[in-house]
C-alpha cells in the first residue's frame, strides 16, 4: 500500500537557521511529489512540487525540495528561516495509476527568536 | 480573482444529526476534492469531483456524500455524525482532471460534533 511518512512531528529552529523537513514515500508507481504549507487558521498553499525533470526543485519563499528516487524521498529545505515560515508543512503524494493524493501527517515548523 | 470559499466556517453539531457543507471553487475550476484533517489522522482525501462526476473516493464510510453542480461548486454532506467526525473539512479546486495541476484550498469549515 501506498504511504507518506514525515518523520518529524515538529522542528523547532532558530531564525536565520538552515532546516530540513523530512518526506519520505512508498509506492510500486510513478508519483507526483508536492509540499504544501498551513498557516495557522488557513487552508493549504501549495510550496513547491515534482512532477519530472530535474530533481531540485525551488517554491515559493525561498524553499526547495529534492526528488530521490532511489531512496523515495522529497526532503524540503530552506538555508535561512524566518519567523514568519511557522507554520505546518505538509508532504503529499500523488499516484499516476489512479490519480489518489496521500498526505503526511505534517511538521510543524517553530521558529525560535 | 476570488479564492475557494467555504461555508459555513463553523458548525457545532450533536451526535445522530446530519450536515452539508458548500464550497465554491475559483471561477473557470472544474475539479473539486475534499478532505478531512484531524489532529490523529492528518489529512485524509474523502472524493474528488470533476463537472458533475465523482472521479475518485477514498475510505470514508457511507455517511460522508458529496455532489457537485453544473456552476462547479460543491457540497459534501455528512449523515448521522459522530464524534469522530469533528474535524477541519477542507475544499480545493483546480482547472483540470489530471493530478499535475496546482490544488487551490479554501480555509476550511470545522465541524463539532458533541
Known amino acids: 500500500a501506498q504511504s507518506v511518512t514525515q518523520l518529524d512531528s515538529q522542528v523547532p529552529v532558530f531564525e536565520e537557521a538552515p532546516v530540513e523537513l523530512r518526506c519520505n514515500y512508498s509506492?510500486?508507481?510513478?508519483?507526483?511529489l508536492f509540499w504544501y504549507v498551513q498557516y495557522p487558521n488557513q487552508g493549504l498553499q501549495l510550496l513547491l512540487k515534482?512532477?519530472?525533470?530535474?530533481?531540485l526543485v525551488k517554491g515559493i519563499n525561498g524553499f526547495e525540495a529534492e526528488f530521490n528516487k532511489s531512496q523515495t524521498s522529497f526532503h524540503l529545505r530552506k538555508p535561512s528561516v524566518h519567523i514568519s515560515d511557522t507554520a505546518e508543512y505538509f508532504c503529499a503524494v500523488r499516484m499516476n495509476r489512479d490519480d489518489k493524493i496521500i498526505f503526511g501527517k505534517g511538521t510543524r515548523l517553530h521558529i525560535l527568536p | 480573482k476570488a479564492g475557494v470559499t467555504q461555508t459555513p466556517r463553523y458548525l457545532i453539531k450533536t451526535r445522530g444529526q446530519q450536515v452539508t457543507l458548500s464550497c465554491s471553487p475559483i471561477?473557470?475550476?472544474?475539479?473539486v476534492s475534499w478532505y478531512q484533517q484531524t489532529p490523529g489522522q492528518g489529512l485524509q482525501f474523502l472524493f474528488e469531483?470533476?463537472?458533475?462526476?465523482?472521479?475518485n473516493k477514498g475510505n470514508f464510510p457511507g455517511r460522508f456524500s458529496g455532489r457537485q453542480f453544473s456552476n462547479s461548486r460543491s457540497e459534501m454532506n455528512v449523515s448521522t455524525l459522530e464524534l469522530g467526525d469533528s474535524a477541519l473539512y477542507l475544499c480545493a479546486s483546480s482547472l483540470g482532471r489530471r493530478g499535475l495541476e496546482e490544488q487551490f484550498f479554501g480555509p476550511g469549515t470545522r465541524l463539532t460534533v458533541l
Open positions: 509506492s510500486s508507481v510513478s508519483v507526483y
Open positions: 469531483y470533476f463537472s458533475e462526476t465523482q472521479r
Open positions: 471561477s473557470g475550476h472544474r475539479s
Open positions: 515534482y512532477l519530472s525533470g530535474s530533481t
